[in-house]
């Protein structure tokens, strides 16, 4: 089966124009076949705030009520996916912005409210659903997929939806078709060992390794999810799961040693 | 050749709810091979407002400067662009949104600074350098493009770019392929000889009897320029221009009578 990369970046990439443009010269240069998926809630945050809107936060998580939704459909739909795709382009990538509505690429549904109504939130349907057909035509075409965090509900509205779970939903649905990289790139250097070290990143990840570290409390506390969520990925049919810094996307994507690489 | 209409809604259709729900389920029901082209002018300048933007106009002409650059790919790109495509995935529809940008779909250039500098304004480049390869796959596909009216420069800079202008420029590559029908759905039932009535549409111009009416002066002179492109862009291949009210636009599409039916 031929290679893909799936890499997501987050808000450090994205929020500095410097380590942006560093990042995209890199992803242009990636040989075979690629998918870029992105946020930028923090982008949202600044645009929403100049509109007079506040972010609402329930327990510490972002709730999505119509003015919210309407932001991050602008933000990360428009101003933030049609920028990577221009700079893409601009370094001869052919690069194309999607969204989960786009080609019906990620079918979701509105997230069913119990205790907390997280308002216009989308959970994606299972990675079955995602139309990996479209997807494998672009891929025959030589064109790069960038998808903003964004799904719909088939009803007619769009659904604000986490940039991890849209990464590894398409990495675990391309894994039919292709040997799926999935590959988080972020401030740090890898999975660290103590947060306050970044030469202590652990190199390689498999479940016996991760299920000691984590009876020892070894590994911080806001990487677990991450973690947890990767070996769902891996076991769904994804060949790796690569968390590094964006600066080293080059090796990571080459299968060098930089980054925490995971494996069953 | 297949048939294929490349429509372009204005913005009445957009600014108004009702409008717009009854012409995309209209839309969605069109047979055949269709291309949506949309702007959102009156939708931008109000969210600039809400950010402490004004329009910026030299002699009566809208000026892209970066912010409201950044705006319109806010707006046209992101907020208005998604949300059609949400809502003819929901009358099953497979839209899927566009800028000029993505796949390098529309390459355009800055306009050239003469007398004024309109900022990042796109010119387009000759329909040739239209990716028709793309969208004749998607096509194939039964997928619908719905673009938005932004295109990019090849450089990295999204830019501002007319609505009539990019279904003409669609309309005329993809008559390489196809059996066009450009259709300008606007909110006049056609082309009036008299703008106060609704009833005196002019059924059919051709180029003689075109050059008569404008010889008396008997078409609105607003008008003029959108006739004047609708010849251009027979010319240059297209099948037949249609000019009518949005709420015709199956009949239209249908070779019906409502608009004005511009041929050679």
């Known amino acids: 089966m031929q290679k893909l990369n799936v890499i997501k970046i987050g808000?450090?990439?994205?929020?500095?124009?410097?380590?942006?443009?560093?990042?995209?010269?890199?992803?242009?240069?990636?040989p075979g076949l690629k998918v870029l998926v992105h946020g930028g809630g923090v982008i949202a945050s600044e645009i929403g705030?100049?509109?007079?809107?506040?972010?609402?936060?329930?327990?510490?998580?972002?709730?999505?009520?119509?003015?919210?939704?309407?932001?991050?459909?602008?933000?990360?739909?428009?101003?933030?996916?049609?920028?990577?795709?221009?700079?893409?382009?601009?370094r001869r990538c052919n690069a194309l912005g999607l969204t989960g509505a786009d080609a019906n690429v990620i079918p979701a549904h509105k997230r069913p409210v119990k205790d907390i109504d997280y308002g216009?939130?989308?959970?994606?349907?299972?990675?079955?659903?995602?139309?990996?057909?479209?997807?494998?035509?672009?891929?025959?075409?030589?064109?790069?997929?960038?998808?903003?965090?964004l799904t719909h509900d088939g009803e007619g509205n769009m659904l604000n939806t986490n940039a991890?779970?849209?990464?590894?939903?398409?990495?675990?649905?391309?894994?039919?078709?292709?040997?799926?990289?999935?590959?988080?790139s972020f401030e740090k250097k890898g999975v660290l060992l103590d947060v306050e070290d970044e030469t202590s990143v652990i190199p390689h990840l498999q479940p016996d390794y991760y299920a000691e570290l984590k009876e020892k409390g070894a590994i911080f506390a806001g990487m677990?999810?991450?973690?947890?969520?990767?070996?769902?990925?891996?076991?769904a049919g994804v060949n790796?799961?690569?968390?590094?810094?964006?600066?080293?996307i080059q090796d990571i994507a080459a299968g060098g040693n930089a980054g925490t690489r995971i494996t069953l």
Chains 1, 2 share one sequence.
């Open 120 to 149: 216009f939130v989308g959970d994606v349907e299972s990675p079955e659903q995602v139309n990996i057909t479209f997807l494998a035509s672009l891929a025959e075409q030589g064109i790069v997929p960038v998808f903003a965090a």
């Open 224 to 235: 677990l999810p991450k973690l947890d969520n990767a070996f769902v990925a891996l076991e």
């Open 49 to 90: 705030k100049k509109m007079g809107m506040e972010p609402i936060l329930i327990n510490g998580r972002r709730v999505t009520d119509a003015n919210t939704l309407h932001l991050v459909t602008m933000v990360y739909g428009g101003l933030l996916n049609k920028n990577l795709v221009a700079q893409l382009q601009a």
């Open 164 to 184: 991890d779970t849209i990464a590894s939903t398409l990495a675990v649905a391309l894994s039919q078709n292709f040997e799926v990289n999935l590959v988080y």
């Open 240 to 248: 790796a799961v690569i968390i590094g810094h964006a600066a080293d």
């Open 11 to 30: 808000g450090n990439v994205l929020d500095n124009a410097d380590n942006l443009e560093r990042f995209l010269t890199d992803f242009a240069l990636l």
